[in-house]
């Protein structure tokens, strides 16, 4: 009897154990669950957002980094730098609005050895601004193109005297950096440049390159421009003097005579990925002074760009089938458009830049000699121009195909600027043009927080009949009228339609509100 007892009391002991130690068990196995499903989510986050923050890259997949790291060639590499945002791709006929670009620091890295080292002084410059030291800076970069993540150093105190000078790959090792603290200055004898160059440093085919520092380019560009006058931009002709008076033409000297025609850009970006421009000043072009052609993820912060007002051409950036870019910090003084963007353009953000003397901000000019022309998803925001003639501007040419499509300016303060906002798809930089029907269409632009002064017309919209802009958004502008030695006259638009979000200053009552009854709609073959 007592033994039975026994054992019934073990067994009810065992059971009362067994049951405690199944709910503890249940619960640790709960509680991890939720740490687990915590963790993971804000893994996913993560993921998602650096993932949003990755531009879309071009040709392979390789990706640049923001100083000396490797090129990584696949996605899990720790220490990768996150690749900057810029606006959203636009979806079907919906064009977003980018608040802001987040704030991306680059990694820390460790300093270079001596063989990833390679100066100019140490394979022949001279540096006294009058030897020729092309060939020096020929042999340094085939040394640093032999090695990943070199550096080729220009020292500061120096003046290098170098010719036309190409810095290509596509051999070369990824992420070289170009520092560059001494002076740069271009010949100025017509022998060194034979019948003409369309470019004088150029980089080419390369991944991952860098041009920084606190140096100068010096173009040297006087002896050119004489030859340009008089220069004539598409929206001279609604300039008009009080007096009728007509700016004469520099005298031209026989020395600049001499020059070739084909003038050449300062420095010049082609077929490369991940490029990065910083500190540096680029002055007195013969032509455009910084241009990215045909390149992907390009960044320029932080730079110079000086050059009279007067001086023909000499744009200050100019983009031309180039993708995924963002430019900010930097201040653009030139003769032309401060920043001009060119067909085969998208995924552009500009941001917090200076501009004046120059043309403004414009996209174009595009559509020229009939061609096609494809801009899309551009950003400009939080810029100041002073004593420009145009601000922000598109500017097409008649019998063009092609679209430009979901554009923002926002927050542009301008002081005296002769034309603040214009679409002109009738430009023409020539003394007279073919009327044609065909054109570039413009679709989903909004000017929003446009402020400032103005000494000519507030707003100029020229569109064509067969192709009228439309979702023409207006919003915030206050422009007032500041008399200066031109006629003045009330905003102008043509076949534009679109909205008035909030009142104008001067009331914008020409644009049309909606949708045009008919538009014409581009050929498969013609539309972007």
Request: glycine share 8%.
């Amino acid at each position: 009897m007592r033994e039975s007892l026994r054992l019934r009391s073990i067994t009810m002991m065992m059971l009362i154990a067994a049951l405690v130690w199944s709910v503890t068990l249940e619960t640790c196995i709960a509680r991890r669950g939720r740490h687990w499903r915590h963790n993971n989510q804000r893994s996913s986050d993560l993921s998602d957002s650096l993932s949003s923050k990755k531009p879309k890259t071009h040709g392979n997949s390789h990706h640049s980094s923001h100083n000396n790291n490797n090129i990584h060639h696949h996605k899990s590499k720790p220490k990768q730098k996150p690749k900057l945002q810029t606006p959203p791709k636009a979806v079907g006929n919906n064009f977003p609005v980018v608040s802001q670009l987040p704030k991306v620091q680059p990694p820390s890295l460790p300093p270079l050895n001596e063989s990833q080292v390679f100066n100019v002084m140490d394979f022949g410059a001279k540096g006294d601004g009058k030897c020729d030291d092309t060939k020096a800076f020929e042999a340094a970069w085939a040394a640093a193109c032999k090695v990943e993540a070199s550096m080729m150093i220009i020292p500061p105190e120096y003046t290098f005297l170098v010719g036309p000078i190409s810095f290509s790959g596509p051999y070369c090792q990824p992420n070289i950096v170009f520092q560059l603290d001494g002076t740069i200055i271009a010949p100025t004898d017509s022998k060194s440049w034979g019948k003409g160059l369309m470019w004088w440093i150029d980089f080419t085919k390369l991944i991952g390159i860098k041009v920084q520092g606190k140096g100068v380019i010096d173009g040297r560009g006087s002896g050119w421009w004489q030859q340009d006058y008089p220069f004539i931009d598409g929206e001279t002709k609604l300039i008009v003097p009080l007096n009728n008076s007509v700016n004469q033409n520099p005298p031209i000297s026989e020395f600049d005579l001499k020059m070739p025609s084909i003038k050449p850009t300062a420095l010049r970006f082609y077929g490369s990925i991940g490029v990065e421009v910083s500190g540096i000043t680029i002055q007195n072009s013969p032509q455009c002074h910084l241009k990215f052609d045909n390149c992907g993820d390009v960044v320029v912060h932080d730079m110079t760009v000086s050059s009279p007002g007067d001086s023909p051409n000499t744009d200050g950036i100019h983009l031309q089938n180039t993708r995924d870019v963002l430019i900010h910090s930097t201040t653009l003084s030139c003769g032309d458009d401060c920043i001009s963007i060119q067909t085969g353009c998208s995924n552009v953000y500009i941001h917090n830049v200076n501009c004046g003397p120059g043309h403004g901000i414009s996209i174009g000019s595009l559509g020229k000699d009939s061609t096609k022309a494809c801009v899309s998803n551009i950003t400009v925001r939080d810029v100041a121009m002073h004593n420009t003639m145009t601000g922000v501007r598109i500017k097409t040419w008649q019998g063009g195909v092609g679209s430009v499509k979901g554009i923002l300016f926002s927050n542009i303060q301008l002081n005296e600027v002769q034309l603040p906002i214009v679409i002109d798809q009738f430009y023409c930089d020539h003394t007279t043009c073919k009327n044609q029907t065909s054109a570039v269409a413009v679709e989903g632009v909004t000017y929003e927080r446009i402020k400032g002064t103005y000494t000519v017309k507030p707003v100029h919209f020229a569109c064509s009949d067969n192709f009228p802009c439309v979702d023409v958004q207006l919003s915030a502008i206050e422009l007032r009228p500041v008399q200066e030695r031109y006629h003045m006259y009330d905003p102008f638009c043509w076949q534009t339609f679109g909205e008035l979000n909030t009142p104008t200053l001067p009331p914008i009552d020409c644009l049309q509100i909606g949708k045009p009854a008919r538009n014409r709609v581009q050929s498969d073959h013609d539309a972007c």
